[in-house]
């Protein structure tokens, strides 16, 4: 293709430019145009045929020094105006308010995606369970090593901590009423019941929300985030079965092992308040082992088990479904913080009208 050709000639007192005023040719008529006083002459553009951003800021450089623009046509006039510092700039139309029936109608909507997102991932999950159980050799058991060490070995102090003090809250706040009407040995009982039926899965599950189930969504995210995910599919792996699964396992696993540690822990901090009120610490078992059986304890690790699969699903769900974006990750992992406690006390909720049907 040609280059273009621009050129600038003289004709009865008038300058006339022909060609095309384009950043390929605009250079030595620039340069010419430098030479040449302007004060109160006429450059006539009729035979411009084209005109970009470049042959713009020429004529509004002329257009500074005097020069007369005549026949300028819509393309360099349009340009033109843009650059004219006399007009002020043009805000855009504010734009509308949403009706609030159409607010309603768009979060419903977004609610409505989610559910079904939550619903798809729930039907993924149970097919790699199922995958799993078919063929265990194929599941990733080093990285669900590593995620019960994470998830399990590495939360014991934490949940050994506010275990100790929890079982001393309680049995101090509860002997000092009962200590009134010489009750105070009934404290063992209270507290025993209430930790291993409610309070330690209960307890360990909100720790462990903040804990690992943020750990899960922050770090699935950031992967999501970085097209790490994307990589992943493209070689040819399963997300769901390469990051969700051994998560889902560790924590289907550790948080039942958790809930024992801590029932034990809160247990022997009460037994040690106890001491205090004159109950000792074989009283203390005895009572224990009379109000706690063998149903109150497994109702209470399969209630763990099920705030397990919760923390590590939502955990898991909330970084598949991270946005684009520096805010993204920190966004999901708010979400499903927030949507773990949600469901736990949902969870807890289904638990207890079950357990009260059937007579647990």
Not at 35 to 58: F, H, K, P
């Amino acid at each position: 293709m040609a280059e273009a050709k621009l050129s600038l000639t003289l004709r009865d007192q008038t300058y006339y430019l022909a060609g095309d005023l384009t950043l390929a040719s605009i250079a030595p008529i620039w340069r010419q145009s430098r030479q040449i006083n302007w004060q109160a002459q006429a450059l006539d553009l009729s035979e411009v045929r084209q005109c970009d951003g470049a042959g713009a800021a020429m004529l509004f450089e002329l257009s500074q020094q005097g020069v007369l623009l005549q026949g300028v046509n819509d393309d360099c006039q349009r340009l033109l105006a843009a650059l004219d510092p006399q007009l002020a700039l043009q805000a855009p139309a504010p734009k509308p308010p949403t009706p609030w029936i159409s607010q309603i109608g768009i979060t419903a909507r977004i609610a409505l995606n989610d559910f079904k997102d939550q619903i798809s991932f729930i039907g993924e999950a149970a097919r790699v369970f199922a995958v799993a159980l078919r063929q265990p050799q194929h599941v990733r058991w080093g990285e669900f090593i590593r995620q019960c060490e994470l998830t399990g070995a590495n939360a014991l102090p934490i949940i050994s901590l506010i275990s100790l003090l929890l079982g001393i809250i309680l049995a101090f706040q509860s002997a000092i009423p009962m200590r009134q009407f010489g009750a105070e040995v009934f404290v063992a009982n209270l507290l025993g019941l209430s930790m291993i039926r409610e309070l330690g899965p209960l307890m360990t599950a909100i720790v462990l929300a903040g804990r690992s189930g943020a750990a899960f969504a922050a770090e699935i995210g950031t992967m999501k985030v970085n097209e790490e995910i994307n990589a992943l599919v493209t070689f040819g792996y399963d997300p769901m079965h390469f990051l969700v699964l051994p998560r889902l396992l560790a924590g289907l696993l550790m948080l039942p092992l958790l809930a024992i540690c801590a029932e034990v822990i809160s247990l022997l901090g009460g037994a040690l308040v106890m001491e205090g009120f004159g109950i000792p610490m074989s009283t203390f078992w005895t009572q224990v082992s009379t109000q706690v059986d063998a149903t109150d304890f497994f109702s209470g690790m399969l209630k763990a088990a099920a705030f397990g699969l919760v923390v590590a699903s939502v955990g898991c769900f909330r970084g598949l479904s991270t946005g684009t974006g520096a805010s993204a990750v920190g966004a999901s992992t708010t979400r499903a913080v927030v949507n773990i406690l949600v469901l736990l006390v949902i969870t807890d909720g289904i638990f207890a009208v079950v357990y009260y049907h059937l007579g647990w």
